[in-house]
């Protein structure tokens, strides 16, 4: 869990919390009462992002019990089997979430893909890859054993991006055998010099585990993708 990353955005909270700041900016006069609020701002959105079910007071309890090197109001015993369980629910809801996330993501990328093959120009392959030619090329094809360099921009269905070559730096140099099952089979057919949208249904990409926190599970991806060249295997 994200607890302490003391670096993260807080703006967000800030601008939420302005008139409780206004309120309580006596009580917050000094550069350490100012930097204990920020830790404690800090860590309760943290712990509320992560969706941890926590007693308020309780909590507070525990942080001066330990700053205050108190002996504890619990054993060991009860504190390993406490936290135990917590994570254990912790683990329960991101389960859920992820079911849920997953079933609608399938959904709507199948209706997605329904509507998108019936476009002018789309190409539906048999697996369900789609793709569109934006730019004809005229050079060599790759084969699954080259490495390639394009240019790229992935997108989910609502137009989020969550990455592309040019938060890179430039082109990316990518072997075959190394990316999703729908770029190796769409690139293939890509001559040099081209550009393609692909659309990739879910199986094609990162399937039902999905790819950190910006793709989700099942989730249908778009790509723009330019073939620059091709570096043999």
Not at 42 to 48: E, T, V
Not at 69 to 84: F, R, S
Not at 86 to 114: H, P, S, Y
Not at 172 to 199: C, Y
Request: proline letters at 7%; glycine letters at 10%; hydrophobic letters at 45%.
């Amino acid at each position: 869990m994200r607890f302490l990353s003391l670096a993260a955005p807080l703006a967000l909270a800030l601008t939420a919390s302005a008139p409780a700041l206004a309120q309580t900016a006596g009580a917050l006069a000094t550069p350490q009462a100012q930097a204990s609020y920020a830790v404690g701002l800090n860590l309760g959105a943290r712990l509320r992002a992560d969706g941890v079910p926590l007693d308020p007071d309780a909590f507070l309890k525990g942080v001066k019990d330990a700053l205050a090197n108190a002996k504890p109001a619990l054993t060991p015993d009860q504190i390993n089997a406490a936290l135990q369980q917590l994570q254990a629910d912790i683990e329960t809801r991101r389960n859920e979430a992820m079911a849920k996330a997953a079933e609608t993501n399938k959904a709507e990328g199948e209706a997605f893909l329904k509507a998108n093959a019936a476009k002018p120009g789309v190409v539906t392959l048999p697996d369900g890859l789609q793709y569109q030619v934006l730019t004809a090329g005229s050079g060599p094809k790759p084969h699954a054993s080259d490495t390639v360099v394009c240019n790229y921009r992935g997108t989910l269905i609502d137009g989020t991006e969550f990455d592309s070559s040019a938060q890179h730096g430039g082109p990316a140099s990518l072997p075959l055998g190394g990316v999703i099952r729908g770029w190796t089979e769409a690139l293939q057919l890509m001559p040099t010099g081209s550009k393609w949208r692909l659309f990739v249904p879910a199986a094609l990409a990162y399937g039902e585990t999905g790819r950190g926190g910006s793709i989700g599970p099942n989730a249908t991806l778009i790509f723009d993708i330019e073939l620059v060249s091709i570096a043999k295997g």
